[in-house]
């Protein structure tokens, strides 16, 4: 064989080897040590230690950008700034930073996908959720081998939902469910399509969906919450019309607490908040016993974040949690002064951060962004006698007003949804005092006459409970649709199941 064969063998053979060869270990030390960091921010953050996991999460990006795990510690901390700190532009950058620096990564369908959870989000018009619709079809699309798609069928059947096509909403939850199975959207899509039946009035079918959550996918929080609304739909359904039973067991010995109540609200961790009069705060109760209050002065009503936060208002302030007292203020008629609001009624925070504050004095309900700068009335400047405002399920506002005694249904727009008067087919509201509406669109306003009643997702009304109430002051739900009442005559706080 000739000198020069030998020769390109044998380099031949060096170049295979060197590309055979191992990563030098100093890189290959570099991936491993990231991959160990991102796996202890996972377990952070499974065990609910923001703080340690957001560290684990930074370092991967600032000291080991160049590894394998970069796209997947971008993606944490867009969910970190998503979720617990709710900066939703911060939670953009990081995502857009994988879509836009690791577009061939495995991280890239989920960038995309929280991306156009953002935005639908915030989505109010046709056009903002045709943009989510157009983030989750790049997942489809771009990506349609990777586990992010079965996540991308489910929002886009959420966006369907918000924009009122319950039919098309049902259409892609079920592709999640046949087409994905296995994945981690499979229960939640099969939990939608119940849900849609549900909102639609097909009471029977919700529930067949529902318990289709327990008997297909019976780990995760899932089927207890199938389970919940199946309890719900049972009682305003099962028996051709709503049965809700006082339960002599429930009590609650709180003793002043439960004196001059002006308002109570179910968290969705299970805490009853109580707005004391007597009290000065709102009161947190766990399993029947209070724990540390948020002190207040004349406590008025309260409502829950997008988050679950309770948001106390009270006469002449309002508070978000264990956050800073805030106070509000209006330009007065006087040019370049302002006015202190002094007799706030009710408030409620909108996802993103913005205040609607319902003003007695001027019988208005004022708006306020997430840096609680005056932006104007809502939804108008008609004169209304708001004191109750709070976001539904669905994230809609819901306002009581006194002085008609209706309860109308916005959106984050000013657009009226739909609305109950106070006087209909087989009823008549005297004295209307509260408000809640549950997963199904059923709204149920207590009358401080003597009895709560109950409507549809049409206006119709249900039922009106009555009998064991003597003066109705304030009502909430729990989780399985339960029932529960504060009687401002008894000083007690009833349950119906």
């Given amino acids: 064989m000739k000198r020069t064969e030998l020769t390109a063998k044998a380099t031949a053979l060096v170049l295979i080897t060197l590309t055979l060869a191992p990563l030098p270990a100093r890189a290959q030390t570099a991936n491993e040590r990231a991959r160990r960091l991102l796996e202890e921010g996972r377990s952070y953050r499974q065990r609910k230690m923001d ?82 619709m157009a983030q989750f079809t790049r997942v489809q699309t771009l990506y349609p081998r990777s586990q992010w798609v079965g996540h991308a069928l489910y929002a886009m059947g ?42 639609q009035g097909q009471a029977a079918p919700a529930m067949e969906e529902l318990q289709q959550v327990r008997n297909r996918f019976p ?119 302002v006015e202190t609001l002094d007799r706030i009624a009710a408030a409620v925070q909108l996802p993103g951060g913005a205040v609607l504050v319902a003003d007695e004095k001027r019988k208005r309900v004022l708006r306020y962004d997430a840096q609680y700068r005056y932006q104007g009335p809502f939804p108008d400047p008609k004169e209304r006698e708001v004191t109750r405002l709070l976001l539904d399920p669905e994230g809609q506002i819901v306002a009581l007003d006194e002085k008609d005694k209706s309860v109308r249904i916005y959106d984050v727009t000013g657009r009226q949804v739909r609305a109950i008067g106070g006087r209909g087919a087989g009823y008549e509201i005297k004295k209307p005092v509260d408000v809640a509406v549950d997963a199904f669109r059923n709204v149920y306003v207590a009358d401080g006459e003597g009895g709560v009643f109950v409507f549809g997702p049409a206006g119709q009304l249900l039922t009106v409970l009555t009998g064991e109430l003597r003066r109705p002051r304030a009502l909430t739900l729990e989780s399985d649709g339960a029932l529960l009442v504060y009687d401002d005559k008894a000083e007690k706080v009833l349950r119906f199941r």
């Fill in 51 to 132: 703080k340690q996991a957001l560290a684990a999460f930074g370092d991967i990006v600032t000291s080991f950008a160049d590894t394998d795990s970069v796209d997947d510690a971008l993606l944490e901390l867009g969910r970190h700034y998503m979720d617990v700190e709710g900066d939703v532009d911060k939670a953009r950058q990081s995502f857009e930073a994988v879509t836009k620096g690791h577009a061939q990564s495995d991280g890239a369908p989920g960038a995309y996908y929280w991306l156009g959870r953002l935005t639908l989000g915030r989505a109010n018009t046709s056009a903002e959720l045709d943009d989510a």
């Fill in 158 to 199: 959420l966006v369907h939902r918000k924009a009122g096509r319950l039919e098309d909403a049902v259409t892609f939850q079920r592709r999640v469910v046949l087409e994905y199975p296995h994945s981690e959207a499979a229960p939640m899509a099969q939990f939608e399509i119940g849900l849609c039946h549900a909102v």
């Fill in 219 to 337: 780990e995760g929080d899932w089927p207890g919450r199938a389970l919940d609304h199946i309890t719900a739909l049972w009682r305003l359904h099962g028996e051709g019309k709503p049965t809700f039973t006082l339960d002599p067991e429930y009590a609650l010995a709180l003793g002043d607490i439960l004196k001059d109540v002006a308002a109570i609200v179910m968290a969705p961790d299970g805490t009853l908040w109580i707005a004391s009069g007597k009290s000065k705060s709102a009161v947190p109760v766990v399993s029947g016993k209070a724990g540390p209050s948020l002190l207040l002065e004349d406590p008025r009503g309260l409502s829950l974040t997008t988050k679950g936060e309770v948001v106390v208002a009270g006469r002449m302030a309002v508070r978000v949690g264990p956050r800073d007292i805030k106070t509000f203020a209006m330009p007065a008629d006087k040019p370049g002064e």
